[in-house]
């Protein structure tokens, strides 16, 4: 069954038909009897949908996961597009088995052995130190670490929150913090990368990667943070690192999220958990301003929606000067479709083995 419509298409006014991914679902209910309050994804982005009574009471329950096949009315809601839905049927396992499940998860632009190519060469160009290039050479070239890294979000909402999404964002904060590293040369460079190397390792073991991203068991008990300062311990054994410098290690780990507030056991007590901090920060920060002001088309200004992970919508200002844009003269909806339909070939790889993974699931 092939995907012809997709989220990043849908405009007021029009009507939205055919396969989406029901991502969550919440029964409320109305006046006039209970309703569904769902979330409808595909690889182009999430819109919210309403299944109102009597329709809402042909499904005793909607599962994350299952795709459904639907016609409804795109309407705006409180500054959002939404789904009225009309009609609706899930689809069955032997419909869903041909289904391109790449057509429904979100991933990363950039290919991700490009993206571990590159994370190797600036360990290879900035570890001197022996027991450290020992250290980053098990952790990579480790079969699970590399595998899960491949695929593995880094949230389940907020930012990078898409298949490969972990392998970008450690890579734009080992950048970041290697340039903070030139600007404060009395910062450790070695064990400043290390930290921003492995500050979110354990979230390939929080979450799970599939066609819907959620906590896993280890992860809602014990917590990334805690996760990736356990499983870093057998590496930096072997690595014959010194006491000290693997005790820097752990705390860049467990204080990068700043604040016992967001669930560091302790403060950033030293000038490169500060940077690993803010760097991790607004890597996180940028991403999420960029995801937000994706929909609007090259050259355009405007304001997103509001951003809950933000608390404040974004406005897109227009450029001071002409340059190339993403979207090569594409506008948004169409880019987004060709993204969609025609991925890149490092988007093309990555999605491939993630429905891999699945299908052997």
């Known amino acids: 069954m092939d995907k012809k419509q997709f989220v990043a298409e849908l405009a007021p006014g029009e009507m939205a ?18 309703y569904w309050r769902v979330e409808f994804r595909d690889a182009t982005g999430k819109i919210e949908g309403k299944i109102w009574s009597p329709l809402s009471q042909q499904f005793s329950e909607l599962k994350p996961g299952c795709l459904a096949e639907l016609q409804g009315r795109v309407v ?13 049927r899930l689809l069955d396992e032997e419909e869903q088995s041909r289904v391109n499940l790449a057509d429904f998860m979100a991933a990363s632009r950039q290919d991700a052995d490009s993206m571990l190519a590159e ?42 929150a898409y298949s490969g999404g972990l392998l970008e964002h450690t890579l734009g904060v080992c950048r970041l913090c290697l340039s903070l590293a030139d600007l404060y040369p009395d910062l450790d460079r070695q064990t400043l990368l290390a930290g921003a190397l492995c ?31 356990e499983k870093l311990e057998p590496f930096l054994r072997k690595s014959g690192l010194e006491d000290e410098l693997a005790e820097h290690l752990k705390h860049l780990v467990l204080s990068h999220h700043g604040s016992r507030e967001f669930g560091s056991p302790c403060l950033p007590a030293t000038a ?7 760097a991790d ?8 301003a960029r995801t937000a002001l994706q929909g609007l088309a090259a050259g355009e200004s405007g304001w997103s929606a509001y951003v809950s992970g933000l608390e404040r919508a974004l406005f897109k ?11 090569s003269g594409l506008d948004g909806r169409k880019a987004a479709k060709a993204k969609s339909v025609e991925p890149s070939s490092g988007q093309g790889r990555l999605l491939e083995s993630q429905c891999s ?5």
């Open 17 to 34: 038909e055919g396969l989406f991914l029901v991502a969550a679902a919440q029964q409320n209910q109305a006046r006039n009897g209970p």
């Open 119 to 160: 994370l190797e060469e600036i360990c290879r160009a900035t570890f001197s130190h022996k027991p450290w290039i020992k250290f980053y050479k098990a952790l990579l070239r480790d079969e699970e670490v590399a595998q899960k890294l491949r695929l593995a979000p880094a949230a389940k909402a907020m930012h990078h």
């Open 272 to 278: 490169e958990a500060l940077a690993l901090h803010y």
């Open 281 to 288: 920060n607004l890597d996180a920060k940028l991403n999420q």
């Open 317 to 327: 200002a227009p450029c001071s000067t002409a340059g190339p844009t993403a979207s």
């Open 199 to 229: 500050h979110d390792l354990g979230k390939i073991w929080e979450l799970s990667s599939g066609l819907v991203i959620d906590y896993t068991g280890p992860g809602r008990l014990i917590g990334h943070i805690s996760l990736g300062v």
């Open 76 to 88: 705006v809601y409180r500054e959002r597009n939404e789904i009225v839905v009309d009609q609706m």
């Open 357 to 361: 993974l699945l299908s052997k699931g």
